[in-house]
């Protein structure tokens, strides 16, 4: 019997077909009756195929009909479409490919026939092909901003950082906030690279590129102030880690660990402590995410973490079943208490998702700026209050 998607594909068929013809009614009346019957009598051909799942005979029997009656033509773009959304890319190329190679085919359908083909390569991941077709469609006035955009897809991809801003830009003066979001991160990317191969004052420039003109981001500032603690400018690095920490406090989950390994080398933890006491005590909610700091490390030897830590455990009802901290009149039995519960909820972080995209729910052990899974750039956050709180409760997280 055939298939359900056999079925639904036909189904899809006999509507647009169905549409076609009633368009075509309309203005064609006068058209030989022995062709109508003809082309009936092939659709129903085509369907018979399709339900019986005979794929490759319907589209050769398809591609047949293109070349008998040029108003076809949609319908077929529209089948090439469906076959690349079922993942059968070949057949959507062999369509794509007939279209082109008629003769005497109208502009416009050539360069949807370009354009559709490009995407089925980019489907298959035949990338230089969809490159060399994309480019060709960048002066066409209808496909010029789809091109572009599936220009900056494949050098992401490959990681090719300088086409990915020269095709960005093109497209960042009628973008908007979220391309020029995105092209601020390909130079960072370069910075990343550049600051690996100790060249500095390369990634200096393209940080400032990154900024020129843009909105400053989160990224950008934390690259800064990683070259800035490369580079032995110390008082640099620190404004600049804190001010990651004032525009996205998220982050202290980063952060954090790199400061205390500075103000320890400096020997001024006790400063670092002071700063943290002084936040708590501004930002109450922070407490929270100092905890889970102190949870993801544990060696991190900061007074401020373990109370913190402590206050949660008191807070948190679950964990109150095995410790009342506050019950233990025996300051040492409630200090090693503490320690292992802290010990349980480290090892239980260790296995489990640290970061989320928030677009596409993607997890990952650690902070990525460009999603693999959805293709953004900086939505991946740090674990928040449900994600710990059900890390606590030992609760299933489909992160």
């Known amino acids: 019997m055939p298939s359900e998607q056999a079925f639904l594909l036909a189904g899809f068929f006999v509507l647009l077909t169905a549409a076609g013809w009633s368009i075509r009614y309309l203005w064609e009346r006068d058209r030989p009756q022995e062709n109508h019957q003809y082309l009936n009598v092939e659709y129903l051909k085509g369907l018979n195929f399709l339900l019986n799942e005979q794929t490759d005979q319907a589209v050769d029997l398809f591609l047949r009909m293109v070349r008998v009656d040029d108003e076809t033509i949609e319908t077929h773009f529209a089948l090439g479409s469906l076959f690349r959304r079922r993942g059968e890319v070949d057949r959507a190329i062999r369509i794509h490919q007939n279209i082109i190679a008629r003769p005497g085919l109208p502009e416009e359908q050539r360069q949807q026939a370009l354009y559709s083909l490009a995407r ?212 040492a039995v409630a200090d090693e208490a503490l320690t292992k519960v802290k010990a349980g909820l480290s090892r239980l972080a260790t296995k489990t998702p640290k970061y989320r995209c928030s677009e596409c729910g993607f997890s990952s052990m650690s902070l990525l700026w460009h999603c693999p899974s959805c293709k953004s750039w900086e939505t991946q956050k740090p674990a928040n209050q449900v994600r710990f709180d059900s890390l606590v409760r030992g609760e299933r997280v489909d992160w």
């Open 120 to 331: 089925d390569y980019m489907t298959a991941g035949l990338l230089d092909r969809a490159e060399s077709l994309f480019l060709s469609l960048i002066e066409s006035g209808d496909y010029r901003d789809q091109a572009l955009k599936h220009l900056t897809r494949i050098y992401v991809q490959e990681r090719d950082w300088d086409k990915a801003i020269d095709v960005g830009r093109k497209l960042e003066s009628r973008g908007g906030e979220e391309v020029s979001r995105s092209v601020a991160h390909y130079h960072c990317e370069l910075a990343e690279q550049a600051i690996e191969r100790a060249d500095y004052a390369s990634a200096r420039q393209f940080l400032r590129d990154a900024q020129s003109g843009r909105g400053r981001t989160t990224r950008g500032t934390l690259i800064r102030a990683e070259l800035a603690e490369k580079t032995g400018d110390t008082a640099m690095a620190y404004k600049l880690y804190w001010r990651v920490v004032e525009e996205n406090t998220d982050l202290i989950v980063e952060v954090l660990p790199r400061l205390h390994v500075m103000y320890a080398a400096d020997g001024k933890l006790g400063e670092l402590e002071a700063a943290l006491a002084e936040r708590v005590a501004k930002q109450p909610e922070i407490s929270h995410a100092l905890a889970y700091v102190a949870v993801l490390h544990p060696d991190l030897d900061s007074d401020v973490l373990e109370r913190c830590l402590s206050d949660y455990v008191g807070n948190e009802p679950t964990l109150a079943e095995f410790i009342d901290v506050s019950a233990v009149k025996d300051s």
